[in-house]
C-alpha cells in the first residue's frame, strides 16, 4: 500500500499503538504500521476506534511519542504492512537501574500485561510499558529473532538484561558535596520504597497522629529533607503527596528502602506492609483560591471542630491531599478539595508553604455522604501465638537470627514436629516477630492442607499470585505450613499417587529454588517429619533446598510444669502430679485438657478449676498422640493373675516400674540404666501372659508387636516400620514397647541372602542404644530361642536383663493351678498338689488346657442329664481330664531348650549349624 500522510495527535491511552479513525480504508484494528518522520521508520500495531483522532490524524500516547522523539501536529508517512512473521524471542534493556529495579519487582504483573501494550517490535525501537496509570518504565529493544520487525505472542520469550552504566545514571556515580544539592532537582528519577505503618516504631515521631500526609525514611542521599515528594503505588493507580522527614536516633541495621508512613494511607490504599511506591519530588506547587470541606452532616458544631483541626497544621509547611478521610472524631471524618487559579499537573494535592495559610483562603463546606462510608481495610497481621512462648525460646531465636541479618540472606527452614506439638503457633510467632521492628519482613502464610488434592497447574498458580506479592514487597518470607501434605514422600513409584506427587514436588522444588536466583525470598516450612517429604524436596544427599532444620523437641517434666502453668494461669493445683500425668503429651493435649477441665468444673457450677477436675478431664482426654497408635488392649490378668513365676516378676518389678515411678530419682544416675529386658523360656511358660500383665499391673500403655507383622517386601519398608514403632512408642511415653517372637525379627546377621532382616537388626541396634535413650520406653522382647538373636541385641545398654522363664516345678504348678482356677467351684476332695505329681513337663499353658477340659467333661455330664445346673469339679473329674492331656513339648523338646538355655546362660557361643537336639 502507498504511504498516506497523517498527522499525529497525543492520545492518553497507556499503550504502544497507534489509533486511527474507521473512516481510513484497508486499515484495521491489529495492522502493522509502519510511521517514516524525518527519515526514520517506526512500527506499530493499529488500533481503529471512533471519537477519538480525525480521519487525517493518528493518535500515539504522548509520552510514548516523545520517547521516540515524534513531536505532536506534525505530519508523518502512515504505510500499511503485510502481516509480519510471530517473534520467538527478543532482548530488552531497561533504559535507567531505576526502570530495571522496577522490572525486577513487577516481573509477574509486566507478564501478563505485556501483549495489551504493545504488539509490533523492532531492533533498536523503544518501547514504554505502563505499570499502571501513575508509572511506566522505557526499554531498548536490543535483539529481536528471528527477523525484526515482528509481532509479539503468548510463546515469545523476553530476555531482560540490566542497563549499562552511563551519564544517564547520575545517582550511581559520586559527587562533589558542592553537586548534591543540583543533582538532587536536576535528576527527578523515582526513587523506591517500601510501605510500614508508622505506628510499628517503636516510638512514633508524629505528634500529630490525625494527620496523615506526614512519611518518615531514614536519612538518605536522594531524598530531601522535609521535601514534598509524590508517592505512587506501583502495581495500583493511586498516589498521594506527602510531606517526607528523615528519622532521627533510629536503627538502620537492617533495611533503608523502608518509609514510615500513618495507617490511614495503608488502609485507604488496601495495602499490607511492604507494598512499593515511587517517590518523584514536586516540582511545581499548584496556587488554590477556595478550601471545600466535606463533612458527614451540617452543623456549626461540626465547622468549629473541622477549623480547629486544621488550625493544629498550622505550626508548619505541609501538604493536604484531595478526597483522602481526615478523622474529626473517634467515628467521624471529613475531606477536602481545592479550587485552583490555573491548571496544574498535581490536581489532586496543596501545598502550603508558610505557617499562617489558613487565614489567607475561604472555605466552604458541603455535607457527602461520601466521607460516613469510609471504611478501614483490614491489615493482615501476625499475631504472636497464644501458647508458652517459653518453652520455645531457643528455637524461635535461631530461626529469627537465620533470616534476620542485615542482608536478609534468604536462607530456606524446615520446621518439623508431630502433629499437636504447635508447629502452626510458632512460624506464627516468627512470622510476627519478622514483620515487626527493626525487621519489617514480609511474611504470607499459604496453608498446604487447603490446597490438597488441587493439580499441578491449579498449585503453580497460587504459587505464582504469592511470588508476584513477595517480590514486589521484598524482602519476603513464604511460609508453608503442613507442606508434607502437598509434597509427600512416596513408597511405590509406579503408584497413581506416587506420580502425582512426585509432579507436585518437581514443580515446587523448580519454582521455589528458580525464585531465590533472583529476588530475596525466604522460605519456612513445617512438617509432622523429614522422612514424610518427597525425595525431591530434601534428601539426605546432593543438593539441599533447605540449609537448616529445626526439630520441636518432645516436652520434659520442667516444660510441661510450665505449660500447666501458662493453660492454668497459676491456679493452685498439684503441678508436679499433672507433669506426671502427662508425660508424652504435646502443645494441644494441653489445650484440650484446659477445656475439658473448665467443662468439668462448669458442670458443677464452680467458676475455679479444682484438682479434681483435672483428674476427671485426664481420664476423658484422648491424648493426639494415641490417635495413630494401635494400642494392647488393656488385660484383666496382672501379676496375682499369674501363677509362679515369682522372681521374675519381682525383677520386673525393680527394672519397669521403679525408673518410670521415680524418675526424678532415677534420671539423677550418673551412668545409663538397663532400659531392655529379654523373656525367654520354652512355649506356653507364661512369657507373652507377663508382659500382657505388665500393663495392668503398672498402669502403663503397651504396644504389642509381632515380629512378622514389620517385615515388607519393598526395600527400606522393615526399617521404616521399626522407625515408626520407636516414634510412636516414644510419643505415648511412658509405655511398654513388647516384642513377640523376637526370632523372627532379629535373627543372627550374615545368614539372609535378602539382607532384609540384616538392615531390621541394624535398625533396631540404632534405636535400643541410640545417641538419644529411649525416656519413659521399656523395651520388652519374648522369644523361645535366644540362640538365633543377634549377639549384638543382647550386650549392655540394648536388651541386657535376660529373664529365663522355665519350666514350673511342682510348687509352681500348684501355685499355677491355684490362681488359674481361682473362679472355678471345686469340691473340697481337690488336691492340687496330686495334680502337680503327675503333671510333671506341663507348661503353664498345659495346666490351663487341663483345666479347661475338666470344665467341658463336667459339662457334657450335666447335658446328658439334662441339668442346667454347673457342679463343682471333683478330683475324680480332673484325673480323667489328666488322662486325656498331653504335654505340648516332649522329653525331647524340654531337652533341646535345657541344652539351649544353659549355653546361653553361660554365654556359650553357638557354632552355626550344629545340633541342639538328640536327633
Known sequence: MSPRLLKVKYVTFKNCFVYLSPNNQNFHTGACIQLTDKGKDYFFSATVINNVVKDSYIGINGSYARTLGIEEDIFVEATLLNPLPVVNRISVQPWTKADYDVLELLAQNVQSNLLDQVRVVNKDQRINIWIGNNLSVTVDVVSVEPISPGTLDFLTEVDISAPNASQKDIRTKTTLPCLENFLSTWNYEPTYFRLIPLSDLPKNPLENSNFPFKAYIYPNNFIENNGFYTASLLNKDKSLCLKICFLENCSNDHKTSNIFVHNDILSQWEVSIGARVALEKVTEYPVITKIIVYIPRSSDNLMDKVKECLEQYCTESLVLNTHFPLKLTENEYYSLSFEYDKIFTLRDC???????????????????????????????NFRKADFCPEIFTEIIEQITQTFCHPSFTPDNVIISGRNGTGKTALITQIAAILSGYPYFVKCQLVECKSLKGKSVESLQKVLHEAFASLTLMQPSLLILDDFHLLCHACEEDDHPNSIQNNRVSEMFFAELSGIQRVYTIGILVSTDSLRSLNKHIYKSRGYHLFKHIFKIKDLNKDDRITMLKHMFSNIALDYQDLSVKTDGSVVQDFKDLYQKSLFEASKQKMTNIEQKHCDVALEKLLALSLSNVKLHKSSKVSFENIGGLQEVKNTLTRSILWPLKYSSIFSNAPLKLQSGVLLYGPPGCGKTL??????????????????????????????????????????????????????????????DNTGVTDRIVNQLLTQLDGIEALQGVCVVAATSRPDLLDPALLRPGRLDKQLLCPMPNENGRVEILQTLSANLQLED?????EIAKQTDGFAGADLQSLLYTAQILDLNSRMEKADEVLTKLTQGILSEALKQTRPSLTKADRYKYDLIYKKFGNNEEFVAGSKVTLA
Open 350 to 380: 496543596c501545598i502550603f508553604m508558610n505557617k499562617n495559610w489558613l487565614n489567607q483562603y475561604t472555605f466552604k463546606f458541603l455535607e457527602s455522604s461520601c466521607v460516613t462510608s469510609f471504611r478501614y481495610f483490614p491489615q493482615e
Open 690 to 751: 507377663l508382659a500382657g500383665a505388665l500393663s495392668k499391673e503398672f498402669d502403663l500403655k503397651l504396644i504389642a508387636v509381632k515380629g512378622p507383622e514389620l517385615l515388607s517386601k519393598y526395600i527400606g519398608a522393615s526399617e521404616e516400620n521399626v522407625r515408626d514403632v520407636f516414634e510412636n512408642a516414644q510419643k505415648i511415653r511412658p509405655c511398654i514397647l513388647f516384642f513377640d517372637e523376637f526370632d523372627s525379627l532379629a535373627p543372627r546377621r550374615g545368614h
Open 829 to 833: 476332695d481337690v488336691d492340687f498338689r
